[in-house]
């Protein structure tokens, strides 16, 4: 368990659980965290821990054989899935394309004796269904309405009890130094974090959280998705889910927020008739009757299944300007010269020190809550380009930034995201500008003029503390 990171609704669990019982073999859970992975901070240590505390308690309710592991100075994680896995007649893990867990799976493979399952849960439809990665969102929107028409996509079990896993020998102990740590806090100051960020007020991880807010989100903003989604608010008063970071951490699971969405909209009539044959890439109208339903469904689906698949075929660690599209590269070979009116360190961008405020209030937003408003995440990231000497280092300012202070960073739509912002899944756009080419341009005055930005920006002074500087 290492990406999907829950019981229920999990397409790794419910493998593992099937070879288990084809092999009349124990079914044991491994739920490991390193302390050393890229950008490890106290946010992100936390987070997942909440998680895992989650998982102890639902593996208590159901009798599954559950071993954490939490790594520290004293507990060092070495050779331990090779250790317990010695008699296993499989391993079954999350074929998840980004970040350090593909290079996990190769190397786990490549030292145990049994076979290594990786399983992709990453989406509603199997990736492997296509042949390519997209271009833009409009071609893969169409290839995947397409897919459900031809059959509903085949959902693994939502909600195990206890009696489905009656018949399975779950007698093993842990070795010793698995289980977690009884005070979170006091064990979080034990380690040594490379970066120095703290927790978000507020912001708490594992499934119980992911549902509560689930449930949340469709009952009092999913009917507002539509129109409401867009203008710069406070979270509170913005019609998003909040989900990602629990997406991204495996708390919760896809198909849930699927089946959620079409229960409330369709008040409990939902089926797989009801969806749109007429016009596959309708996103106004494919799933259901409800506008603001397909508008969230479309992100759900099609916008983060665009990042996902561009990482699936080659399953790098990251991607980087190499893998923009020609026409991109044509444009910043062209305008690498450019004069900028402003060049900022990465310390000033960091610490919010530009003299831009609404870029001010979105790296603040992000650096306090761990998450930003997504037209502020695009302003912000085109700004970044326009602000630096040379594409390359916006580019590595940018995976910093977000990689280290966002909860749903180091993740296949983080980086699709940020290219996104160089002209990745776009068209070009015309007049030609300085620095940007035909890439795509965006401005703060223009927001200022589209939006109402009072009461973000009261939110984000706030943030603050009333207070100009970041970090007091």
Known sequence: MQAYRRFDSNHAFFYAYSLAKKHKKELIVYEGLRSDYPWNSERIHKFILEGMYDNQTRADELGINYWPFVESKFNPARGILKEISKDAAAIVTDDFPCFIIPEQITKLAGKVNCPVYAVDSNSLLPLSRFEKEASAARILRIWIHKEFLKGMPKFTKQKWEKEDLQ??????????????????????????????????????????????????????????????????????????????????????????????????????????????????????????????????????????????????KNKPSRIHLENLPDWVKSNFKKHKSDTREYLYTLEQFESAKTHDELWNAAQIELVKTGRMHNYMRMLWGKKVIEWTKTYEEAFQILEHLNNKYAYDGRNPNSYTGILWCFGLFDRPWFPERNVFGNVRFMSSDSTKKKFKMNTYLEYIDELSGNSDLLFP
Do not use: C, M
């Open 167 to 312: 018949g399975l020998h779950q007698n093993s102990k842990p070795p010793k130094g698995f289980g977690l740590p009884k005070d979170l806090d006091s064990f979080l100051n034990t380690i040594d974090f490379k970066e120095n960020v703290s927790p978000a007020t507020g912001i708490k991880g594992g499934r119980n959280e992911a549902l509560k807010i689930l449930k949340s989100f469709v009952s009092k903003k999913l009917k507002d998705y539509e129109i409401g989604r867009s203008n710069p608010n406070p979270p509170n008063l913005t019609a998003t889910s909040g989900l990602s970071p629990y997406l991204h951490f495996g708390h919760i699971g896809i198909e849930e927020i699927f089946n959620a969405v079409l229960e409330i909209s369709s008040k409990g009539k939902w089926n797989p008739e009801r969806l749109s044959h007429q016009k596959p890439g309708d996103r106004e109208h494919f799933y259901s009757d409800s506008t603001s339903a397909n508008h969230f469904l479309d992100e759900l689906i099609t916008w983060r299944d665009i990042g996902y698949l561009f990482f699936w």
